[in-house]
């Protein structure tokens, strides 16, 4: 199958002054398929911003080249057609809203690609019902919650019917609740096919991911399955990261009942764990 | 003691109320230049009882657009000062230019003739008509809807490179930051208040400590503004947000009946108001 986005030996450094270059990603090369979701994770300055905003040429590499569906990043004609391929949803649920209403912003993209008004209509509908913020529609953006506003922005990218959406560390600035929102929405979207990117630091968020790509210092680490990835808590801690916590309860139960499997990474994995030894118990 | 901080809640962006009225049902565009015309109207109409037509006009569209008339009032209040020192002025030193009607004082330098009161009297009352006006046009239209018909309005200027879309934009924007902003001044305002600032303690007329008192909060906000600036455009142009580009317009408006009803009565005010030779 042909990768959706494929990434050769991509270096990419800020440049300070005329001198001195931060070098912030380096020999970076994997290739992302569709319908794949994927949790790009690393601490705080690993470079994992940077390579998400290489995903669609807000960024272009120094060295090495993105390659999206064919188009290279670098070159400036199909910048269009490359953000009509990958769309971003960033952190800050208020610094992405333009308009003043919600279908008028959620309406902004389309009528960036000149969609005929009848279309525009009928995506804009379209993009706020998965959201579920159709009841929301002709409200002006701060009265509604993080979540909510984090919703819009997914539906302002969705309509304009991308292959691939990159989060952007998006559930960051929102309380779990709204987290949870996000949350849902990216694992519905990931169901009827789009290809899933979220850049994270929240553990629990990666583990919903199929695989992870772990940078370090501007470097992939690791890259393999969720379940594989979490199962390395030792070279997870040494770079500053952690398992999620149901993992951690997991393994701490593990230690006390050894038939309580350990190689547990989401909740619901949990809940069945302890139905699934409670009724042993019980026959 | 909060209730110092709560900027957010204070603040009305634009002043719709939404009654639903006749006006408010108006195409925004038909709005938005029948209150054109009609202000240039009133502003070239020097007689009494054309600024009188004019000033029941004005109270009579507060009344179909059902909207109490001490918003209007709201509006005069501070413009009262305003008022009274341009008149004051135009009654001492404007009576040399209409020397010409009837004089009733003649002192020194000071002339007061029949036409200088005509002058500050239709001044004075062509400035409430206007801010009457003005308060009917932003209480029943929103400010997307008059963002949209300004634009709509200006279209014709794309023809000699003029940027409406771009201009349309950035007003756009604008709007939809105050609130945010308002919401971090707060925040900040309460940072620094709890780090023992003051800020309104001082009376009014010490201009100068008022003003410093604000520096610690303008500073960061600006800071804060062009961060957030960065943000918007990254997102912006992941939307393939392309200044100049060409565009598809998402809402749209659609004349009907009433408003040309609307425009042809705007229009037949304003030439009465402008052509009309009144007797006074």
Redesign the interface.
Known sequence: MEPLIRLENVSFSYKINEQTKVPVLRDIDFSIYPGEYVAIIGHNGSGKSTLS?HL?G?LTPDNGDVWIHGYNTKNVNQK?AI??TV??V???P????????V??DV???????????EE??QR?DEALDVVKMSPFRHR???HLSGGQKQRV?IA??LA?RPECIVFDEATSMLDSFGRKEVLQVMRKMNDKGMTIITVTHHMSEAAEADRIIVIEGGQIVMDGPAREIFKHKHELEQLQLEVPAVSQMAELIHNRFAEFSKDIIQESEFIEEVVKLSKEEVS | MSSEFEISKRITIGQYVPTGSFIHRLDPRVKVFAFTILVLAIALNTSYIGNTIGLVLSLYLFWVSKIPIRYGLSGIIPAIPFIVILAVLQLLFQGQLFSHGKVYVDYGFILITSESIRLVVVSAVRFVEIIFLSSVLTLATSTTELTHSIQSLLSPLKKIKFPVHEISLITTIAIRFVPTFAIEMEKMMKAQASRGADFGTGGWWRIIQRTKETFPIIIPLFNIALSRAEDLILAMESRCYTPGGERSSYTTYQIAAKDYLALVTGLLFAILLFAYPFPI
């Open positions: 905003k669609n807000i269009r953000r009509q769309g971003t960033f952190q800050h208020d610094n992405q809203i333009v308009a003043t209403i279908e008028e309406a902004f993209g389309l009528e960036n690609i000149n969609i005929p008004r525009m209509r804009v002006p953006p701060h922005a302002g990218v304009m």
